[in-house]
């Protein structure tokens, strides 16, 4: 009989067991040597708490807001291309959670249910992020579609106009639908599971961008088209086209540098996301957390800074309030409880996290999550 699953890690365990390697080692792997990757979650670690004692924490709230909106802890689901591979209708499994757990989903461009299919399958609004493509009446469509949905924001990812390598994504030689290889059919054949949840997934095409890859029918194939398709001219000019299109809350993800920091609050948006997107871009880049203390210091609460980048407990989301974040985001521990278990396994993931942040915050003497100051680490 298996263990019982008690942390993320459980869940990375289960998800790496159920679905196909190709596209697991998607989800889990960095660019390059991987560094970054790895960084992110040594620097969380290297962080200590101050245990504190003899102070009342019976009633403890995990409840705050998020650009403007009541959640019922600091926590959002990251953006994630591809999620219906991991899981049949994965973006629907995610934004379900995330509704029923009280805190937003960020449906990605790339991913496999399209923003209308995810809209269909929900109730509660959910945000968009949003790639700047080469054809910007592409990027005018994708953001009225979200407007049309009832997206309650719009995230603008900064850090991938020109997208990282990573070795595995190759190596692997990702196709959709999978190659026939007598490797990937083996690995399939073992996974029926997940066979059958994605063969059975209403959407099995590349949701949002459908009609417009003609020709690919693989992923590196893909790769490469979309590779041509992200702006790399994209400037803070940009931005103000952005608002002209969204009024409503507008959030920047990617930014490591308090420069940037400055500027995105310069430029009228509402939050940033202290992100190198998981690892998976820039290799060589600093842990988020690292920075995360001078690019605060830099916006000096003009706007919302979010984190992401490393989180894979609620200890660590804990460190990250404590130097100054609004809230943090889960990317890949949102999709391993995805691969593991569907939408059961993102419910279990997000409440793992709720778990050990309400636990950890009473060990550190705190009661209320939107007051979690550097006090609680010991420097
Ligand atoms: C498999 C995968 C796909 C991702 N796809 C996107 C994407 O489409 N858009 C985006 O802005 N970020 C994307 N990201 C980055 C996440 O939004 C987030 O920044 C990152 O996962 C946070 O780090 P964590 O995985 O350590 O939680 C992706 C991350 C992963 C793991
Ligand atoms: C093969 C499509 C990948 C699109 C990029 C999605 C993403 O941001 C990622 O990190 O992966």
Sequence with gaps: MSEPVTNIMDLRALARRRVPRAFFEYADRGSYDESTLHENRAALARLRLRQRVMIDVDNRSLATEIVGQPVSMPLAIAPTGLTGLQHGSGEIHGARAAARAGIPFCLSTMSICSIEQVRAATDTPFWFQVYVMRDRGFTRELISRAREAGCSALMLTADLTVQGQRHREIKNGLAVPPKITLRNLFDIASKPRWAWNVLRAPSRSFGNLEGRIGGADSLTTLAQWIANQFDPTLSWQDLAWIREL??????????????????????????????????????????????????????????????????????????????????????????????????????????????????????????????????????
């Design 246 to 379: 969204w009024p409503g809350k507008l959030i920047v993800k990617g930014i490591m540098d308090a420069e940037d920091a400055r500027l995105a609050a310069e430029h009228g948006v509402d939050a940033i996301v202290v992100s190198n997107h998981g690892g998976r871009q820039l290799d060589g880049a600093p842990a988020t957390i690292d920075v995360l203390p001078q690019i605060v210091d830099a916006v000096g609460g003009r706007i919302e800074v979010l984190f992401d980048s490393g989180i894979t407990s609620g200890q660590d989301l804990l460190k990250a309030l404590a130097l100054g974040a609004r809230a943090g985001l889960i990317g890949k521990a949102f999709l391993y409880g995805l691969g593991a278990m569907g939408e059961a396994g993102v419910t279990q993931a997000i409440e793992i996290i709720r778990r050990e942040l309400s636990v950890t915050m009473a060990l550190t003497g705190q009661r209320d999550a939107r007051c979690i100051s550097p006090d609680i680490l010991l420097r």
